[in-house]
């Protein structure tokens, strides 16, 4: 018993000792990894979105009924103007409370007055019941006497954004409010096609009159101008333009365009008539009567001006009310007069802002390089009609979306097709020519901005030039961040004939496509107005010209670059999240901008996918059938998935980051070629870089290339790293035969410097970049086997330079210690570390501190020689902190010198490392040159060189030691003596038993 008390103590401890001793844990290799199976193809989603059309009543669709606002009896109600009806939602928020008026029998029903309405003249006296009569008591003739705030939160937002925007207006920007108000509305939107915008004035010649100075904005000017509609237009027709104006006369002027019958209908009060509830209060003195204010002195004068149109002068009268909103003191005598009364006054929707919206959008189709930037000016003239105090929020919003629908109606009509096609040619041959003569695509010369404005602005040529300010204003002024008081999270709505809208701007994605685009970038549920509007106030057409917000389907996208224009290159820069897949198929470019996370993976198969953010083909796998990959990114691309290269190829447009490509998953290549753009990548004469990181690597590329320069590229297991060297294309000189006594040197034509000549007493650190140098060598003293170098020598060494240690005088162990300083310093400046010593060298980037800024020792321990072997026997180790470091992403080079004498065949000299866990040493190749052998590793061991027959023997050193035992085999020995011990209890246990 007391036998086996100590045998179960002697196994406990055993077991004990054991478990203490945690085993290495191996880095993954190449030379042992299982080779990866192929992946499969993304899949994407199975779901498909539905973006159908609502189902509507008359008068709706407004793509089939739109006709009815031209009908002069159709057009005055919302039961039979779609224009109106889509806007009915402000019923909900603010009304007249008249049915007689909603329903159009006022038409026909004599008021009060023994009269009826006149719809086209806005309300009369049938229910204006108040004009101008001074001998009225206000409280007797109120006028709108059933008006009723239906909607309080909203009305009050809504009048508190222009109370806001009026207190706070800068002059500059009054000035932009008056020249928007003023001018031709044409006129006013050609600021928008930015470096086209000269050309343009300069082949239709629009003019204006009205040009006033910021000053001018604090004076009541008493006088008012209306120019020619059409004047922004200027002689379009038979001009160089004519197809694209054509155009932009048909949305503005030839099809229902007008906001008159919508304003007659709601004829809501302007701001400058209501208090901060919103609330219409005329101002009255003790007896109850009206207060006026008059503008201006004699008769009424209408004069003709230069540019079309006409300037108006003279007394006017204006009825004061309670409010807190500041009109402009310029355009105060422009307000309606009192003599015509409140009932043609109506402010929603704005005119001005509809005006816009048309002309924009004929522009936008035929010039749709210039999409966003046009509509980002139309919300603008929005903007500015409250700037004035003329128009609330909801005035520009039921102002959009009528003009929207409205221009769809165009498009979608089958007689106009001719026009649209002939627009969108025309612009894109008169521009394109231009940009064709400075070399370059008209995208990339519509967005290029070289000179001032050459004609009369509201704003100057950068105004529209930051694509993401004019996306987030356009977002922005799609609801004035009014109060949701609707029902969030409903379902998108694209309605009937809206994708025409995108079709210059997406023309190689298919109607349902386009609908899918509106339907993932539509602003959410909520609003009032909007809500009501069956789908066409929630599009946001800036967003939708960036493509899709998200895949909820699989979305193949086929690009035909003979088409030019969009098809041949284009840029989605939403964030696109969803389920889907994207392919890229055709022969187009595509580039993706957005921090993306879409799911379902991406399928190139042909043309050009640039990814240009470091997330751009989201959460899954690129898979590259065909084409061309284009990796054009700040920081390092991420693949969430596996890259799987079957064919094509990848580029990568190099910058100075650590990697340039990380993959989560499997880095599986399968063929096609790398070509590395290193144009923007500072190198010197030599780099070694990672180019990409990975899970696993399996196969290699079938060519890399790289213009100017040589590149090696080595397959790690978890990494692909190039070895880059410039080419020499310099002359290096030609020596004089006669001149024996000074020879030129070819690699240093200049000659040797004069040794009498003084060092430059400049600071090091003060050296300019032009005067370091690429390569610095340092002899540092060693005591007892350390050796350190001085911090401020490095400030001589070039950015990517090479720095040379210089120990030939030792051949022994020699420990090179670096503080963190230098260890930050070198890895900031990438610089590549070459440590001679008399028989070996090293060299390694400093990138391979890999533990932050932490002081690093790299260790050469020389050992004993071994029979066989060819030369020295050293084992290098790197400790950084706390960390030993024994795997590099970026390879070492490792050069042995070999005793030439020892050698039988060169071609089977090679060097080796001790593989620990087969107990044998491996090969890892090698290049003989000059009595040397070199060759790269991505790992630390004892090194060596033998001939190729020796591989297979462990050799023993001249005393009979073995070599230095790993922590793996230390482990092994561990575990067979443990293995031995149980044996000879075992062996114990069963003689005891037998006796």
Do not use: C
């Amino acid at each position: 018993m007391k036998f086996m008390k100590k045998v179960s103590i002697l196994l406990l401890l055993a077991v004990l000792t054991m478990a203490s001793f945690e085993p290495p844990v191996q880095a993954a290799s190449q030379y042992s990894e299982e080779e990866q199976s192929k992946p499969a193809k993304p899949q994407g989603t199975t779901e498909e979105i539905n973006t159908d059309a609502p189902e509507v009543g008359r008068p709706l669709p407004a793509v089939d009924n739109g006709g009815n606002a031209n009908d002069p009896i159709l057009k005055n109600i919302a039961g039979t103007n779609p224009f109106i009806n889509i806007l009915d939602g402000f019923d909900q928020v603010w009304s007249m409370n008249q049915p007689d008026w909603r329903d159009g029998t006022a038409l026909t029903i004599p008021g009060a007055n023994g009269e009826v309405a006149k719809y086209g003249d806005g309300p009369t006296v049938y229910f204006d019941g108040y004009k101008n009569d001074k001998t009225k008591v206000v409280a007797d003739k109120k006028t709108y006497t059933n008006e009723e705030i239906r909607d309080p939160e909203t009305w009050e937002a809504n009048i508190k954004y222009v109370e806001e925007v009026t207190k706070n207006r800068t002059k500059e920007e009054a000035l932009a409010a008056y020249y928007d108000d003023q001018r031709d509305k044409v006129y006013s939107m050609m600021d928008a096609y930015g470096p086209l915008a000269n050309a343009y004035v300069e082949i239709v010649n629009p003019i204006t009159s009205v040009v006033r100075s910021a000053e001018d904005m604090d004076k009541v000017l008493e006088e008012a101008t209306v120019e020619d509609q059409a004047q922004g237009m200027g002689q379009w027709e038979g001009s160089a333009l004519e197809g694209a104006m054509d155009l932009v006369h048909l949305i503005r002027f030839r099809n229902p365009s007008s906001s008159n019958p919508s304003k007659y209908f709601f004829s809501s009060p302007r701001p400058y008539r209501m208090n901060a509830n919103g609330e219409v209060k005329e101002v009255v003195d003790e007896n109850g009567l009206p207060v006026w204010d008059t503008i201006g002195s004699g008769e009424s004068t209408v004069e003709e001006l230069p540019s079309g149109g006409k300037k108006e002068t003279g007394e006017r009268h204006y009825q004061q009310y309670e409010t807190n909103v500041e009109v402009i003191p310029a355009l105060e005598y422009v307000k309606r007069k009192a003599e015509d009364g409140r009932g043609k006054d109506g402010a929603f929707p704005s005119g001005h802002t509809s005006a816009a919206y048309l002309s924009t959008f004929g522009f936008a189709y035929a010039t749709p390089e210039r999409y966003a930037e046009f509509l980002t000016r139309a919300a603008q003239m929005g903007e500015n009609r409250i700037v004035t105090g003329m128009h609330s929020p909801l005035d520009v919003i039921g102002a959009r979306i009528q003009a929207t629908a409205m221009t769809a109606y165009a498009y979608n009509l089958s007689e106009n097709q001719e026009v649209l096609d002939k627009a969108y040619q025309n612009a894109g041959e008169v521009f394109g020519e231009l940009a064709a003569s400075k070399e370059m695509s008209l995208y990339e010369y519509a967005h290029t901005v070289t000179e001032d404005y050459t004609f009369e602005s509201a704003y100057d040529e950068e105004k529209w030039e930051d694509h993401e300010a004019n996306k987030a204003f356009y977002r922005e002024k799609l609801t004035y961040g009014l109060p949701q008081t609707g029902t969030k999270g409903l379902d998108p709505v694209v309605p009937k004939g809206a994708e025409v809208l995108l079709k210059t701007r997406q023309p190689y994605l298919t109607d349902k496509q386009r609908r899918e685009v509106l339907y993932t970038t539509e602003i959410e549920s909520g609003y009032p107005v909007i809500d009501e509007s069956n789908g066409w106030g929630r599009l946001d057409l800036v967003t939708a010209s960036d493509g899709y917000g998200a895949f909820l389907s699989n979305v193949t996208v086929n690009m035909d670059a003979s088409k030019g224009r969009f098809n041949a290159h284009d840029s989605w820069r939403n964030d696109i999240s969803g389920s889907g897949m994207l392919t890229k198929q055709g022969s187009g470019t595509l580039t993706l901008t957005g921090n993306n996370s879409y799911s379902g993976g991406t399928l190139l198969q042909g043309g050009t996918l640039e990814a240009t953010s470091d997330t751009a083909f989201g959460q899954g796998d690129l898979y590259v059938e065909d084409g061309t990959v284009l990796v054009n990114v700040d920081e390092a691309l991420n693949v969430s998935g596996n890259l799987t290269m079957e064919a094509g190829n990848l580029d990568i447009a190099m910058d100075n980051d650590e990697t340039q490509l990380n993959v989560a998953g499997l880095l599986y290549l399968d063929g096609g070629d790398l070509n590395l753009d290193l144009s923007n990548y500072e190198i010197d004469k030599q780099a070694n870089i990672t180019l990409m990181t990975a899970d696993k690597v399996e196969g290699k590329f079938d060519n890399v290339t790289a213009d100017d320069y040589e590149v090696t590229v080595t397959y790690n297991h978890n990494s692909v790293v190039a070895d880059i060297k410039a080419i020499d294309r310099s002359d290096p000189g030609t020596p004089d035969p006669e001149d024996t006594e000074n020879p030129v040197d070819p690699k240093d034509p200049e000659g040797p410097k004069d040794p009498e000549e003084p060092e430059d007493p400049k600071d090091s650190e003060d050296l300019k970049d032009s005067e370091k140098q690429a390569s610095l060598t340092l002899t540092p003293d060693v005591t007892n086997g350390e050796a350190t170098i001085e911090t401020d020598s490095l400030h001589q060494l070039a950015d990517q330079g090479e720095l040379w240690i210089d120990l030939r005088d030792h051949n022994d162990s020699v420990n090179l210690a670096f503080t963190s300083e230098q260890i930050k310093w070198l890895k900031h400046h990438r610089i590549v570390i070459i440590i001679q010593l008399k028989n070996v060298s090293l060299q390694l980037a400093a990138s391979n501190f890999t533990n932050g800024s932490e002081a690093a020792t790299i260790q050469l321990e020389r050992l004993a020689d071994i029979d066989q072997a060819l030369s020295v026997v050293y084992d290098f180790e790197i400790k950084q902190g706390e960390k030993r470091l024994d795997t590099f992403d970026e390879k070492v080079t490792l050069t042995f010198s070999v005793d030439s004498d020892k050698v039988n065949d060169k071609d089977q000299v090679q060097l080796f490392y001790w593989h620990p866990e087969l107990e044998e040493w491996e090969a890892i190749g090698g290049k003989w040159q000059d009595g040397n052998v070199s060759a790269q590793t991505d790992h630390f061991s004892t090194y060596t060189v033998f001939e190729q027959e020796a591989m297979e023997q462990q050799p023993v050193t001249d005393d009979g030691q073995k070599l230095p035992e790993t922590a793996t085999t230390i482990y092994q020995y561990l575990l067979a003596g443990f293995l031995l011990f149980l044996s000879g209890v075992f062996f114990l246990f069963m003689r005891r038993r037998k006796a």
